[in-house]
């Protein structure tokens, strides 16, 4: 059994004990103190740590801003600081294993685009400054770790592999119900990252390791690379900043990792060096005991080397391999006027339009084609891709054959996508098959060459075992690689349809690879083309198509995918196949009388069209429904903000609160949200009317603590529903919070806190506050509070989320 590496604990932790002040930067502090920093290194070594962070968890130039150093200084310094504590320690002992220094990266603190504002170029540039800094320092490895948006990290990622040789770690934060504060599952970290060609990754901070543990099966299922596991030392107890794990206790539940063969244990917020000490003996003398216990060494190894699952993945959602999956063929301007116009015009409204239908009608991947002649592709792909990762949750299928807009699309696409697609011509392998390594997506090869397609089954059979072999010389799993037998149209090649299904069934029981085909493509030229189109589709699943291309709001397709996967044995129990036709047929005997009702504009019908609008991120589409229901006299634009625009909020907060959507979903209904007040408010102030806003609020992060993406959200939700918000920012002082309370007349305020070490300061606000303002209500919020001890500090209200917020911001100002 191979030995466990084992990391250091928390540096903050230590720092603070030892007289890091609550907002001050631990990487300014660490600069002017570096003895204090050394000494904290030499006690993890001594406790057993293989490898030791830096302290550079937030030094890059985003978070230094206002410093006295930059970038550079606290890089270089910290890491020399790192280094003399190793060369000390193994100067004055017998060293087997070499101890390491890890360049610490922690996330920008900004949220990316279609998030926030900060694009991935710009989050690539403040990591790349970080990873130079950090090898010319002397680190041996990188850990990027605690991020919890999959963009930010694949941004980190690739800033490190593309600049550095140094090996990559990456850890990423998850929330109890294994998804991270974005939305980000599990799964979907372990096919992206293991795809960028990372060295080892795994899960750290937030939860205890008991919590952490179920998270690490799951990584178990999903990838074979090494496993981290960094926990906390528990759960906090917000009242005494301590953690609920006691040394022996946190070793105690690490033991059970053992099994799973996770290969690499530390500690992260609350823990020390005597939780190290204790991890490393605990650990060490467990398997030293299991030895000779070939029951769990084989469950060990048996978990090393286990088979994965595979599938393409969106941040928020995978798409396993195995069975039929459809991929939506509509997002593609061929043959498609108003697709095409939509692209001239940047009209990226209407693609996501597209894209939800699409994914409403039970697409699993969506196809996303942009080339029209004389756009530039490589923007209008990557602004597509931007927009489509707010709004839909389905993987992508990057469409393209030109090798610089697919690789534009893979950077900016957080999650594994599909490749369509490369030819068996050495030259355009050449420059596709290393983008499709070295991002890890999966990829569709076309059985045709330079000299077009074969007219037989062997023929495309031989181009496409070419495809396999090339694709395999570069390093590609096999599950990634998908064929396309190519689809001819009947009418004018009707002897070709034999041949493409008889080529499908050769690739699929000869490679064993996936196939997919265009399908629609058969019957173009035809009459009541959806009956070819239907039976192509059919026999082509049964010769082993399994990811058709196809258009999913034709119901007869989508029915016979239903029904194949019945007789497939995919659909166990008939489960999908049954809610799929129940009700079915009282859907189609509605009259017409009826029809014809339900589709005139009444205010019920408004009502629904404003809150689909709103759910579906189109800011455009609800200010034009808005727009019309103020200018056709049916409201005002009071009601329409009371009657339609929060009732729709509302409904996606509930839908949020049940994890139905995710951050990305929340954000975008918002900001449509906001499309339609803004012009409300703009023709209210244009005709001299007063203001719309709800009243004033004050949001803000307590002094010392310099984390604020939580309140940024907070903001942005609570503006859309027609607050104003004052936002003081983040380490706000207490006189500036009573001071702006007092001249500004609020009587709301939301403080926030993610560290414990700045709620006294959150309970110093509260005294303070309501001593001048006794009538103002303040609501807190953040990582380490509960409701209780929300009330014991003095707060009126607790909230959760973003959407608690609301609530609260309800309750006082109406």
């Known amino acids: 059994m191979n030995s466990i590496i084992f990391l250091d604990g928390g540096m903050g932790t230590m720092l603070q004990e030892a007289g890091l002040k609550p907002g001050e930067h631990p990487e300014e502090y660490g600069y002017y103190n570096p003895e204090v920093v050394c000494e904290v290194h030499e006690k993890y070594l001594k406790a057993g740590s293989d490898v030791i962070y830096a302290n550079t968890f937030g030094a890059n130039s985003h978070k230094l801003k206002g410093c006295k150093i930059d970038t550079k200084c606290a890089i270089d310094s910290a890491i020399k600081t790192a280094k003399k504590a190793i060369d000390k320690f193994e100067s004055q002992n017998d060293v087997k294993i070499k101890k390491r220094v890890a360049l610490d990266v922690g996330p920008i603190g900004e949220l990316l685009e279609p998030l926030g504002t900060l694009s991935f170029e710009e989050a690539y540039d403040v990591y790349k400054e970080v990873m130079i800094e950090g090898e010319k320092a002397g680190a041996d490895l990188v850990v990027i770790e605690t991020f919890t948006d999959l963009l930010d990290a694949k941004a980190a990622v690739l800033a490190a592999k593309e600049n550095t040789k140094l090996p990559v770690w990456v850890t990423m934060t998850f929330e109890k119900n294994g998804r991270t504060f974005t939305g980000t599952t599990v799964e979907s970290m372990a096919l992206t990252m293991s795809g960028l060609g990372v060295d080892a990754l795994g899960v750290n901070c937030s939860l205890g390791p008991k919590e952490i543990l179920k998270f690490a099966k799951i990584l178990k299922e999903w990838t074979n690379l090494p496993i981290i596991i960094k926990p906390n030392a528990g759960l906090p107890d917000p009242s005494t900043g301590l953690y609920d794990l006691k040394d022996v206790d946190f070793a105690k539940e690490m033991l059970e990792y053992i099994p799973l063969g996770v290969d690499i244990m530390g500690g992260c917020c609350g823990t ?104 530039e592709e490589i923007k209008l792909m990557k602004d597509a891709i931007k927009e489509l990762q707010g709004v839909v949750s389905v993987p992508l299928q990057i469409d393209s054959s030109n090798p610089k807009v697919i690789e534009e699309a893979l950077r900016v696409y957080a999650g594994k996508p599909i490749i369509n697609s490369v030819s068996a011509d050495d030259e355009k392998l050449d420059a596709v098959l290393p983008l499709v390594k070295k991002y890890g997506a999966a990829v569709i090869g076309l059985a045709l060459d330079e000299n077009g397609i074969p007219d037989t089954a062997e023929g495309r059979f031989e181009k496409a075992k070419y495809i396999y072999d090339r694709a395999r010389e570069y390093g590609i799993p096999k599950d990634d690689i998908l064929i396309d037998c190519l689809t001819l149209t009947v009418s004018a090649q009707q002897e070709q349809a034999v ?54 709001n034709v119901l007869s397709l989508m029915d016979a995918v239903s029904s194949f996967k019945v007789l497939s044995g995919e659909d166990v ?12 047929i009282e859907t189609t005997t509605v009259s017409s009388a009826e029809k014809d009702k339900s589709n005139k504009s009444d205010v019920s019908g408004e009502t629904n069209e404003i809150s689909t609008a709103v759910l579906k991120g189109l800011g455009e589409e609800t200010k034009k429904l808005a727009k019309e229901l103020i200018e056709s006299g049916s409201k005002t634009e009071i009601e329409v903000i009371n009657e339609f625009l929060i009732p729709a909020l509302d409904e996606v907060g ?10 990305p979903q929340l954000i975008n209904s918002a900001n449509a949200a906001c499309a339609a007040f803004d012009m409300i408010k703009e023709r209210i102030a244009n005709r001299g009317g007063e203001s719309v806003s709800k009243g004033k609020i004050i949001v803000a992060t307590v002094k010392g603590d310099i984390h604020d993406i939580g309140k940024n959200i907070v903001k942005v939700i609570l503006e859309n529903y027609g607050y104003k918000i004052i936002d003081l920012g983040r380490d706000v002082p207490v006189e500036k919070v009573v001071d702006t309370v007092l001249s500004e007349n609020v009587t709301l305020v939301g403080l926030s806190a993610l560290m414990t070490t700045t709620l006294p300061a959150m309970k110093e606000t509260i005294v303070e506050v309501k001593k001048v303002a006794p009538e103002c209500k303040i609501w807190v919020g953040g990582a ?10 003095g707060a009126d209200f607790y909230a959760r989320d973003a959407r608690d917020s609301v609530d609260i911001a309800k309750k006082v100002l109406g």
């Open 499 to 552: 041949e493409t299904l008889k080529a499908v069934r050769m690739v699929k029981e000869k490679l064993g690879l996936h196939c997919t085909l265009g399908v629609s493509n058969i019957s173009f030229g035809l009459p009541a083309r959806k009956h070819i189109t239907e039976n192509f589709l059919i026999q082509a699943m049964h010769c082993g198509l399994d990811f058709p291309i196809i258009n999913p």
């Open 272 to 375: 020390n060096p005597s939780y190290i000490k204790n991890l490393v003996d605990n650990v060490n003398k467990s398997l030293k005991e299991n030895k000779d216990n070939q029951e769990v060494l084989g469950a060990v190894e048996e978990n090393k080397i286990g088979a994965i699952k595979n599938g393409v993945c969106s941040t928020t959602n995978v798409v396993t391999f195995g069975g039929v999956r459809v991929i939506g063929e509509r997002l593609n301007p061929t043959g498609k006027k108003r697709f095409k116009q939509a692209l001239e015009e940047c009209d990226y409204e209407y693609v996501c339009k597209v894209a939800l239908e699409e994914e409403e009608a039970g697409a699993d991947i969506l196809d996303v084609n942009v080339g029209i002649p004389g756009g």
């Open 654 to 663: 509930q839908l949020y609160e049940k994890q139905k959507i995710f951050l």
């Open 784 to 793: 380490v509070l509960t409701p209780d001890y929300a009330m014991e500090i």
């Open 573 to 584: 129990n008939c489960d999908n196949y049954i809610e799929r036709f129940t009700g079915r």
